[in-house]
């Protein structure tokens, strides 16, 4: 963390503060603008920490069906508090929209919610869309999509190190890429090249306890999630997130591959309570991003048959895992 | 025919908006559609009255950085608007007279209305009569065939609801003008604790058919203390307030730890105000 003593309030700010102090706050600046910094010292020091910090993507995979500004606070929570802990740099974030085949009841197509969620995050910084996922005409498991992110941007750092000589810079420290499990997944190890940023799962609790739903996720798959990738966890309940974790022997070996988060502005807009207000005509204006409230209103997507879509269908993850245990 | 048959209704929401936040949007959304879905209401406004500097509450910076910020909010409502009057006064003003003064602005609009179209003279239009007021100084504009002005309600949370209970912090007779007069419209998410609180508060009793609770499913906790917090530990505030909220805190740099003790010690506008008043 970096101390000033002309900024007293910095040696009180928590754990959660973000770390991204800049010279002086600018249109881009995605700290709280904290005034009377000092350029050359905090500078120093700051380049010094940042060289030392893994760099992380966040993948948030989901129906996104609606996107909503719930979906947008995880990634605003999740990075600040990475960054806070000193030995990270969030430098992405991924949506990753499920696709039609995964069958969840309500799904509406997957070029609505696609769009959606790029109309949401065309005015952030650093949240982008990506609708790898959503354009497989299989349902893909989650573990498959962090691999697929993963090899994508290790591809992108090989190339960086091929096309530009003048990155290696004898006086930049190493970073090496933390050791996987998986011995398939390429590994860039040439000397002074940038290690390519680590991809990590975002979610709420939601998805954590879903864990624990028999069938839905195969047991090798979360400890590959785990162990290869890790999972930031957003949640207003820390407590009984920490129980879940303490609960299962998977979660509990990983547990420091498992960041939690607490959601202290809690914020109960999810996609279901959204669809349920449109369907009874009330207004869902400051749940979700303007633009997106516009898009749905423009293209009628959500009513009372749209939620009956794939009623009675059952679910991809639960369908392919019980059609394996049985082959 | 029902749409002529409804009280046209005019929500306005007093508050310090400090700064204003999703929350505060909302409040006013979820107003509007319960409302309306009554069958018996079609809410045509909705103002948001900022208090002013002399209301001495701690921490709260300048009012023009507050209208301001709520002018970047509600730039894209279609009804939705900021009116700075209240915050312009140099005394703290008691919320019951912000809402006469709201009530009789529109009023003076209805007349004005009548005298300057002719063509409103409809023979075929409903008559829709002011509801009568035990208030007689204010203004009622009964020519025939002028449609009424519509009805200021005051809108809030069931914080404010509660408040009343704050000792000092109402006239007793403020908070029965304001039920009787203009009537409340309380959003809360726990309706059974405001029912619980208006069952033991005789005069909230007495009033009960002018409190009008709106739940709140969808709940969402911005509260702008909280907002103020995560801005003093450098945390991201992004979708918890207008991106154009946003960016006003970032360049003007307006919240910090010591505008957070502004007004720290100093005895609140309307519990200094009553308590001399009792004493005089």
């Known amino acids: ?5 002309c900024n007293p309030s910095a040696l009180e700010a928590e754990a959660g503060g973000s770390l991204q102090i800049q010279s002086q706050p600018g249109p881009h600046d995605d700290g709280a603008g904290v005034r009377g910094s ?25 129906s996104f069906n609606p996107i909503t500004n719930m979906h947008l606070r995880l990634f605003e929570l999740a990075r600040d508090h990475m960054n806070s802990t000193g030995k990270y740099r969030v430098v992405k974030g991924i949506i990753s929209p499920v696709g039609d085949a995964y069958k969840k009841k309500g799904l509406i197509p997957a070029h609505h919610r696609v769009t959606m969620a790029e ?3 065309k005015t952030s910084g650093w949240v982008e869309v990506d609708p790898w996922e959503s354009l497989q005409k299989e349902w893909v498991e989650t573990v498959k999509v962090l691999r697929h992110h993963q090899e994508r ?12 000589p003048e990155q290696e810079k004898p006086s930049r420290k190493r970073k090496w890429a933390e050791p996987r499990q998986n011995s398939t997944q390429k590994k860039p190890l040439q000397p002074n090249t940038k290690a390519a940023p680590q ?58 591959d498992i ?28 749940l979700v991003p303007d633009p997106v409230q ?17 009623l009675g269908v059952v679910l991809a993850p639960l369908q392919r895992n019980i059609e394996e245990d049985a082959s």
């Open 1 to 5: 963390m970096v101390v000033c003593a």
């Open 38 to 62: 000092h350029v050359d010292r905090q500078l120093l020091v700051h380049t010094m920490e940042e060289l030392e910090r893994t760099e992380v993507v966040l993948l948030a995979c989901g």
């Open 119 to 121: 109309l949401a995050t």
């Open 153 to 164: 941007l290790e591809a992108g750092s090989c190339h960086q190190w091929q096309n530009s």
């Open 199 to 256: 991809v990590k799962l975002l979610c709420g609790a939601d998805l954590l306890e879903s864990f624990g739903v028999p069938n839905l996720w195969k047991s090798e798959d979360i400890a590959r999630i785990l162990a290869d990738y890790g999972l930031v966890c957003v949640t207003r309940a820390g407590s009984d997130a920490q129980k879940f974790i303490y609960e299962s022997d998977v979660l509990w070996r990983h547990r420091h």
């Open 259 to 286: 960041h939690l988060v607490n959601e202290w502005v809690t914020n109960d807009i999810s996609s279901t309570k959204i669809r349920r207000a449109l369907r009874r005509g009330q207004s869902i204006r400051y």
């Open 294 to 310: 516009e898009y749905i209103q423009e293209h009628g997507i959500y009513s009372a048959e749209s939620e009956d879509r794939n």
